[in-house]
């Protein structure tokens, strides 16, 4: 078997995430996320394909879902991934709802004031606070809340992964709101 050497400092960082993953799920989950995210094609949903439509009070399971396109409130996020969306989506709520405690309260998301950088937190520095990075299911719900909570719509485009527990390997979906 190849052994693989990593620096003191990247194994002290791995060894941080001990009780949440074990060392070598967190180098496999690496080697998938570039793997998968980086070296394949996006997914385009084409129109002939009958995406699966879903809402947000409904939500289904997102295990293996890619993003594939996304907006809240009509604007784009600046990375086409679940995370970028959630982020615009928490940016637009914190300014909408008028700051960080309202926005606590409308979701269901862990967050701190100010800057937390471990335990998968990530940090916007414009809105000085950070929230913890989630599974796509939570992300999409989080996003959910959100738009509801300051009535704007959502569109999601994403396409499951030709795996076996995938929910619908490799078909489209669709995950919207439309306020009324």
């Known amino acids: 078997m190849p052994y ?26 690496i080697l998938e996320h570039y793997l998968e995210e980086y070296t394949k094609p996006e997914a385009e949903i084409k129109g002939e394909e009958n995406p699966k439509y879903f809402q947000f009070s409904d939500i289904p399971n997102l295990n293996h879902a890619k993003f594939v396109s996304g907006s ?11 995370k970028g969306l959630m982020t615009l989506a928490l940016e637009t709520g914190f300014k909408r709802l008028g700051g960080y405690e309202e926005l606590a309260a409308v979701v269901s998301t862990n967050m701190v004031p100010g800057l937390k950088d471990d335990e998968g937190y990530h940090y916007i520095e414009s809105l000085d606070f950070s929230f913890q990075g989630v599974s796509a ?11 509801k909570s300051i009535k704007v719509p959502v569109f999601i ?24």
Do not use: M
């Open 4 to 29: 693989v050497y990593i620096k003191d400092a990247d194994y002290k960082r791995l060894n941080e995430l001990k009780g949440i993953f074990e060392i070598e799920d967190v180098i496999t989950k």
């Open 72 to 82: 809240f409130d009509n604007v784009a996020p600046t990375k086409s991934n679940w």
């Open 137 to 147: 299911y939570y992300a999409a719900k989080c996003i959910g809340e959100i738009a």
């Open 157 to 180: 485009s994403f396409r499951w992964r030709q795996k076996d527990d995938a929910a619908h390997p490799g078909e489209p979906g669709i995950l919207e709101h439309n306020p009324s």
